[in-house]
Nanobody, 125 residues
Protein backbone atom coordinates (compact mmCIF):
# COMPACT_ATOMS: atom_id res chain seq x y z
CA UNK A 1 0.00 0.00 0.00
CA UNK A 2 1.42 3.36 -1.06
CA UNK A 3 1.75 5.79 1.83
CA UNK A 4 1.99 9.58 1.67
CA UNK A 5 3.08 11.78 4.55
CA UNK A 6 2.89 15.58 4.45
CA UNK A 7 4.94 17.92 6.59
CA UNK A 8 5.87 21.58 6.75
CA UNK A 9 2.57 23.17 7.67
CA UNK A 10 2.23 25.79 10.37
CA UNK A 11 1.25 29.32 11.29
CA UNK A 12 2.63 32.19 9.24
CA UNK A 13 1.83 35.86 8.80
CA UNK A 14 0.37 37.18 5.57
CA UNK A 15 3.13 37.74 3.03
CA UNK A 16 5.24 34.95 4.48
CA UNK A 17 6.36 31.64 3.04
CA UNK A 18 6.12 27.95 3.80
CA UNK A 19 7.37 24.84 2.05
CA UNK A 20 5.29 21.70 2.27
CA UNK A 21 6.81 18.29 1.68
CA UNK A 22 5.16 14.99 0.89
CA UNK A 23 7.18 11.82 1.22
CA UNK A 24 5.94 8.75 -0.64
CA UNK A 25 6.75 5.24 0.49
CA UNK A 26 5.91 1.73 -0.65
CA UNK A 27 5.39 2.79 -4.23
CA UNK A 28 7.11 3.66 -7.47
CA UNK A 29 7.13 7.41 -6.95
CA UNK A 30 8.36 8.25 -10.44
CA UNK A 31 5.33 6.47 -11.87
CA UNK A 32 2.81 8.89 -10.37
CA UNK A 33 1.54 12.31 -11.17
CA UNK A 34 1.59 14.16 -7.86
CA UNK A 35 -0.92 16.75 -6.81
CA UNK A 36 -1.65 19.12 -3.95
CA UNK A 37 -5.17 19.90 -2.80
CA UNK A 38 -6.52 21.97 0.07
CA UNK A 39 -9.66 22.19 2.14
CA UNK A 40 -10.63 25.33 4.00
CA UNK A 41 -13.11 25.26 6.90
CA UNK A 42 -16.64 24.86 5.63
CA UNK A 43 -15.53 24.42 2.03
CA UNK A 44 -15.00 21.51 -0.31
CA UNK A 45 -11.53 20.23 -1.05
CA UNK A 46 -10.04 21.99 -4.07
CA UNK A 47 -7.19 21.42 -6.50
CA UNK A 48 -4.04 23.51 -6.01
CA UNK A 49 -1.25 22.17 -8.21
CA UNK A 50 -0.01 19.08 -10.03
CA UNK A 51 3.33 17.91 -11.39
CA UNK A 52 3.61 15.28 -14.10
CA UNK A 53 6.01 12.37 -14.23
CA UNK A 54 8.28 14.44 -16.47
CA UNK A 55 8.04 17.60 -14.39
CA UNK A 56 5.36 19.57 -16.18
CA UNK A 57 3.29 21.66 -13.78
CA UNK A 58 -0.16 23.21 -13.59
CA UNK A 59 -1.76 25.50 -10.99
CA UNK A 60 -5.13 26.82 -10.01
CA UNK A 61 -5.36 30.49 -10.98
CA UNK A 62 -5.49 31.72 -7.38
CA UNK A 63 -1.95 30.50 -6.63
CA UNK A 64 -0.20 31.12 -9.95
CA UNK A 65 2.94 33.16 -9.47
CA UNK A 66 2.98 32.48 -5.72
CA UNK A 67 3.18 28.69 -5.36
CA UNK A 68 5.65 26.28 -6.97
CA UNK A 69 5.24 22.52 -7.12
CA UNK A 70 8.28 20.34 -7.69
CA UNK A 71 9.36 16.76 -7.28
CA UNK A 72 12.57 14.95 -6.40
CA UNK A 73 12.37 11.40 -7.70
CA UNK A 74 15.59 10.44 -5.91
CA UNK A 75 13.99 11.35 -2.58
CA UNK A 76 10.46 10.15 -3.43
CA UNK A 77 9.22 13.56 -2.38
CA UNK A 78 7.01 16.27 -3.82
CA UNK A 79 7.15 19.86 -2.59
CA UNK A 80 4.90 22.87 -2.57
CA UNK A 81 6.73 26.16 -2.08
CA UNK A 82 4.22 28.78 -1.01
CA UNK A 83 5.20 32.44 -1.12
CA UNK A 84 3.27 35.66 -0.57
CA UNK A 85 0.75 33.76 1.51
CA UNK A 86 -2.68 35.24 2.07
CA UNK A 87 -5.26 34.55 4.80
CA UNK A 88 -7.44 32.88 2.15
CA UNK A 89 -4.71 30.25 1.72
CA UNK A 90 -5.56 28.94 5.18
CA UNK A 91 -6.57 25.29 4.82
CA UNK A 92 -5.55 21.71 5.38
CA UNK A 93 -3.24 20.79 2.52
CA UNK A 94 -3.20 17.27 1.12
CA UNK A 95 -0.86 15.60 -1.31
CA UNK A 96 -2.10 12.87 -3.60
CA UNK A 97 -0.74 10.40 -6.13
CA UNK A 98 -2.31 9.59 -9.49
CA UNK A 99 -1.20 6.43 -11.29
CA UNK A 100 -3.33 7.02 -14.36
CA UNK A 101 -2.55 8.40 -17.80
CA UNK A 102 -5.68 10.45 -18.31
CA UNK A 103 -6.20 13.96 -19.55
CA UNK A 104 -3.62 16.52 -18.44
CA UNK A 105 -3.75 18.44 -16.19
CA UNK A 106 -5.09 16.11 -13.52
CA UNK A 107 -7.23 18.46 -11.46
CA UNK A 108 -10.08 16.10 -10.55
CA UNK A 109 -9.50 14.53 -7.15
CA UNK A 110 -11.34 11.42 -8.30
CA UNK A 111 -8.36 10.65 -10.55
CA UNK A 112 -6.04 10.29 -7.56
CA UNK A 113 -5.41 6.89 -6.02
CA UNK A 114 -3.59 7.67 -2.78
CA UNK A 115 -3.82 10.51 -0.28
CA UNK A 116 -1.87 11.81 2.67
CA UNK A 117 -3.37 12.73 6.01
CA UNK A 118 -3.02 16.47 5.46
CA UNK A 119 -1.10 19.28 7.08
CA UNK A 120 -2.59 22.50 8.46
CA UNK A 121 -1.54 25.85 7.02
CA UNK A 122 -2.79 28.93 8.82
CA UNK A 123 -2.08 32.43 7.51
CA UNK A 124 -2.78 35.29 9.88
CA UNK A 125 -3.62 38.79 8.71
Amino acid sequence: QVQLAESGGGLVQAGGSLRLSCAVSRGAFSGYRMGWFRQAPGKEREFVAVVSRSGNTYYVDSVKGRFTISRDNAKNTVYLQMNSLKPEDTAVYYCAACGGWGVWPTTDQREYDYWGQGTQVTVSS
